[in-house]
């Protein structure tokens, strides 16, 4: 499965590490302001799963597009949002990076090509499918990357979508976290078949498994996966095998797991993992993990005190962006 | 003189032509040549690049129009019928018609989805249904209703001229009938209502297959002495209000005719705004000649049974003209 580890220098290794902390801390920050009433909505964090935003965005540049979900804080940060942006927008504000209309569920970036932020299960699948079309038939070199969960395998769009960019031969990554879990309803109990590249492979298109809990692993399988899409080899799918340590939302009270299989997964937890590695090989140091959360900490909680001096947006403004505005 | 097909495959072929950002897709439009001949000979003409042959996959594919959009091209997806783009609704209210909003502003969708709807040709209830009303209850899209030759020639170029989603509504049984187009057709509008025919005794409101209903009840009507005014709604959402109310404020009268139920429909929110904004301008009540609420049966004589018809709108105006 990890057969195409990447071979990364030191500073992208360190770099890799620093993005999956500054994920981390970010949601556990998030907790306590959701339990301290000043976000509200949903709340899907993405905690133990950081490798797989981590690895898969680190494989595309500034011009490829990325679709997203509704447990989407990771990818928004890897993808250049900053947390400014992503508080405020939780906040409510006007400064938020959806002007306060989206919320946690719905982080919108144009600039970065971030296109969401999607509440429907599935929903992103053909809007990645036509951001690649364009870019297809304008023989553009741009990647559309797709993340979705292994819940939106069962939507009938996964199949439709992925047999329409295969039948098109389209530049899109579909990157499946598969966090073995479709909100409370494990894969097997979800899924006839659980093998989840296998199925994406009767497409006819490369598919293959990857360790989402290496975070070196993902890289290396993104890269090879971008190289294949770059070259015009129509799409790829990767089948992300993670974890998510936390319960789907703040709402649920995650009856439906053991806390033996949960212990496992964050035996394998992708940070320490990669921390530990860097320092068996000299290029950390023991305290360095806690410098860099600190730093983490401290961007953090500039980005509080700036979300909760931003203005709200006018309540005369409540239907603006319904239309584009007409001169 | 050009029928309704040709004058949008005509359409399709101008905007093809200026514009090499749009293409159009969905099923069955190139080899077959569109499944009600819209847009036969365009894969020979613009090629299976511009012509694209769809699965029967609507909500992948309306979807990939929305990424398409996004994207920088100018997309025209049609749907077979407004049955089947149900298949889609996810996509059309979800993503098309929330992303600018959900996002701030910073993403519009400029699509255009094109449908058959309506019955009059024994295909049963699930392929004869005027859903329009579905579609006209959500903010951020527009919704166009196609009732003439001229606009099937005339409503595309500025629907892709919109920078948000556009729905064309073409009714099904119209695609044969046939008018001659005026050397120079104009611009049709697809912000507001256009007066079909100008009268003063009593305003009849329809859009897409009624309209020649209201028309043809018009006709008879004049024969009695009754001067009725017909309204083409032609955009069903944003409603163009001032057309309507300053019609009922001269004739004082209104009947309502739609292929829609009447429940929660088309001709209730017609009826609304005008007794909300101009009752007092009301001689007497407002009349609706909607589809009786039941799925279009296929034997012929239901199915007429079923649709509003010329003498239905001749005795709801005599209903309210003495």
């Known amino acids: ?327 | 003189m050009i029928t309704y097909r040709d004058a949008m495959r005509e359409a399709l072929r101008e905007a093809l032509t200026r514009d090499e950002r749009v293409f159009l897709m969905g099923e069955d439009v190139g080899a077959y040549g569109g499944c009600f001949g819209v847009s036969r000979g365009l894969l020979d003409e613009f090629g299976p690049h511009r012509i694209r042959d769809t699965p029967l996959s609507e909500s992948a594919f309306v979807g990939a129009g929305i990424g398409a959009a996004l994207g920088g091209l100018r997309p025209v997806v049609e749907i077979m019928t407004i049955n089947f783009s149900l298949l889609a609704l996810d996509q059309i209210l979800n993503n098309a018609a929330t992303l600018r909003h959900m996002s701030g502003g910073q993403f519009s969708v400029p699509l255009v989805i094109r449908m058959a709807t309506g019955a009059g040709r024994q295909l049963a209830a699930q392929h004869s249904h005027s859903l329009e009303a579905f579609y006209a209850h959500i903010p951020g899209l527009r919704v166009v209703s196609v009732a003439t030759v001229a606009d099937a020639r005339g409503v595309l170029w500025p629907a892709l001229q919109d920078p948000d989603p556009v729905l064309i509504f073409e009714p099904a049984a119209l695609y044969n009938t046939e008018a001659e187009l005026p050397a120079n057709i104009g611009t049709t509008h697809i912000d507001r209502a256009i007066v079909r025919r100008v009268g003063t005794a009593v305003t009849a409101v329809a859009y897409g297959g009624t309209v020649r209903v209201a028309e043809a009840a018009a006709d008879a009507l004049a024969a009695e002495g009754i001067d009725a005014e017909v309204i083409d709604l032609r955009t069903l959402r944003p409603l163009d209000e001032a057309t309507l109310l300053e019609s009922v404020s001269r004739t004082h009268r209104l009947v309502v005719v739609d292929e829609g139920w009447r429940s929660v429909g088309i001709a209730a929110e017609i009826a609304a705004r005008v007794a909300e904004n101009a009752y007092y301008e009301l001689d007497a009540p407002i009349q609706r000649v909607c589809t009786v609420e039941v799925p279009i049966p296929y034997a012929k004589h239901m199915e007429e049974a079923a649709l509003p018809q010329t003498a239905d709108v001749l005795a709801a105006v005599h209903r309210v003209v003495r």
């Open chain 1, 1 to 327: 499965m990890n057969a195409d580890r990447a071979v990364l220098d030191k500073d992208e290794r360190i770099e890799l590490l620093r993005q999956m902390v500054r994920i981390r801390r970010f949601e556990e920050h998030c907790v306590q302001l959701y339990s301290a009433g000043s976000i509200r909505g949903f709340l899907h964090l993405y905690i133990g799963e950081e490798a797989v935003a981590a690895g898969v965005l680190a494989a595309i540049g500034p011009g490829d597009a990325v679709v997203s979900t509704y447990r989407e804080h990771g990818h928004a940060l890897v993808r250049g949002l900053s947390m400014d942006a992503l508080l405020a927008e939780m906040y409510g504000r006007a400064t938020g990076c959806s002007r306060g209309h989206g919320g946690s569920m719905h982080l919108f970036d144009a600039r970065r090509r971030f296109y969401g932020g999607n509440a429907i299960v599935g929903g992103g699948l053909p809007v990645a499918v036509g951001l690649a079309l364009a870019d297809e038939m304008r023989k553009r070199p741009i990647v559309t990357v797709c993340l979705f969960g292994d819940g939106a395998v069962a939507e009938g769009e996964f199949h439709e979508c992925l047999n329409l960019a295969a039948l098109w031969r389209l530049p899109v990554l579909f990157a499946c976290e598969n966090n073995q879990y479709a909100m409370g309803t494990a894969l097997a109990r979800e899924h006839a078949a659980t093998d989840l590249a296998l199925r994406a492979a009767s497409y006819g298109m490369p598919a293959w498994p990857v360790d989402g809990m290496d975070v070196l692993a993902v890289v290396g399988a993104a890269q090879r996966a971008v190289e294949t899409i770059r070259g015009g080899g129509g799409p790829c799918f990767l089948e992300l095998r993670t974890y998510r340590f936390r319960a789907h939302s703040l709402y649920d009270a995650d009856r439906y797991r053991d806390k033996a299989e949960i212990g496992q997964w964050v035996e394998r937890d992708p940070i320490p993992s990669l921390f530990a590695e860097l320092c068996a090989s000299g290029e950390l140091r023991t305290d360095d993990l806690g410098r860099m959360e600190a730093d983490v900490d401290r961007e953090i909680e500039a980005a509080v005190a700036t979300a909760e001096s931003a203005p709200f947006e006018s309540i005369g403004d409540l239907t603006r962006y319904v239309y584009t505005e007409r001169s």
